[in-house]
C-alpha cells in the first residue's frame, strides 16, 4: 500500500471519505511483544483527534503498572482542564472495574471479565466511545470467560462510528474473520534472548 493507495477498490457505492471512515475492528496478535504498546500509540493518535477513548485492561494484575496508563490518563486530565484532545478512561479488571462496588467480595477473574465485557457492551449500544482498547482480551475469549459467538455479533454489529482495538495472543479465529485489520506480532530478536530483562522506559 504505497503513499496509502489501496490495493483495491470495491463497488460498494460508497465515496472514498465514507469508505476511509468507516469504524475499524483492529487485532494485535502473535507471540511477540508491542501488541499493547501499538494500541497505546494508536490511542495517543486518537486523543490527538478529539475522540473519547476507552481503555479497558483484562487479565492485568492491579500492582502492574504500565507507563502507558500514565501518560494517557495525564493526557485526559488535560482534555478536563483546557479541552484539549478528548476524554480518557482508564478500567483494569485486576484493579476493580470502576463502576463495580463488589468491596469485600472474594475476587473471581472470570466473572470479573464478564462484567466488564458487558460494561463494554452497554457502552457500544450507548455509543459512549470512539475508540475502545481492549487490552488482553484474547484471552478471556480463549478460556471461555465470554462467550466468542456474542463478542464477535456485538462487535461486528455495534453501532455509529466506534473503533476497537483487541489485543493478545492467540486470537480466535472468528474474531479474526470479523476483523477489518489484524497485525501479528512476530519475534526476529529480543534482549531477552541473550539474558537481559525488560527495562523501564521500553518495556514498561
Known sequence: MPQ??????????????QRREQPLLIVHTGENKGKSTAAFGLALRAWNAGWSIGVFQFVKSARWKVGEEGALTALGRVHEQTGEGGPVEWHKMGAGWSWSRRAGTEEN????????????????????????????????????????????????????????????????????????????MTKVKHPMDVGRKGQRGIEW
Open 4 to 17: 496509502g493507495t489501496p490495493i483495491a477498490i470495491p463497488a460498494d457505492g460508497l465515496t472514498t471519505r
Open 109 to 184: 477473574h472470570a466473572a470479573d471479565a464478564a462484567e466488564g465485557w458487558a460494561e463494554i457492551k452497554r457502552r457500544l449500544a450507548a455509543q459512549q466511545h470512539d475508540l475502545y482498547v481492549l487490552d488482553e482480551f484474547t484471552y478471556p475469549m480463549k478460556w471461555g470467560w465470554v462467550d466468542v459467538a456474542e463478542v464477535v455479533a456485538t462487535l461486528r454489529d455495534r453501532p455509529g462510528r466506534q473503533h476497537v482495538v483487541i489485543t493478545g495472543r492467540t486470537a480466535h479465529p472468528d474474531l479474526i474473520d470479523a476483523a477489518d485489520l489484524v497485525t501479528e
